[in-house]
């Protein structure tokens, strides 16, 4: 007869069954949580915040309105809007021109640079114990998985 702790351990080991989906929402709202509260507690800025910049310092003089297109998936305009206005008002972005060329200032780069250092360590802190190679077939299997659905016709007859 098995022990409850023995029983109880190996359904702690066991992989659960459940659907992509619901894994892929667990792991952003973890992944989330866990940025927002390391960014907050160290430059009161949150993950919304960090990827404004990141953005940003990839494609200086970006203007609002393509920020907004490729953050579409992730925030609505207004959300966007308030983060970029948090980073202005801090003194990190500044808005150019009058087409409104997006660029980190002197301080927004040197913040960028720290919440980067910072970032990394949370990178490393979600790879523990998955090797590069597992890391990148799981990011190649995710992006065939978007692929797929993006390219398939909801309405296409041959699916049941």
């Known amino acids: 007869m098995e022990s409850a702790d023995s029983s109880d351990e190996a359904s702690n080991n066991e992989i659960p ?3 992509l989906g619901y894994v892929v929402k667990l792991l952003d709202a973890a992944l989330t949580g866990y940025v927002d509260k390391l960014l907050g507690q160290r430059y009161q800025l949150g993950r919304g915040h960090w990827q404004v910049l990141r953005t940003i310092s990839a494609y200086p003089g970006l203007d609002f309105a393509r920020l907004a297109d490729s953050a579409r998936a992730f925030f609505e305009e207004a959300e966007l809007r308030k983060l970029v206005d948090d980073l202005v008002e801090r003194g990190w972005v500044v808005v150019a021109d009058g087409k409104g060329a997006l660029s980190l200032t002197e301080d927004g780069s040197a913040g960028f640079r720290a919440m980067e250092r910072t970032q990394n360590g949370s990178s490393a802190i979600l790879r523990r ?3 590069a190679a597992e890391y990148e077939s799981v990011l190649n299997l995710m992006f065939t998985m978007i692929n797929n659905i993006e390219n ?9």
Do not use: E, R
């Open 152 to 160: 398939t016709d909801p309405m296409d007859p041959t699916i049941p």
């Open 17 to 19: 069954k459940a659907p």
């Open 129 to 131: 114990g998955i090797s």
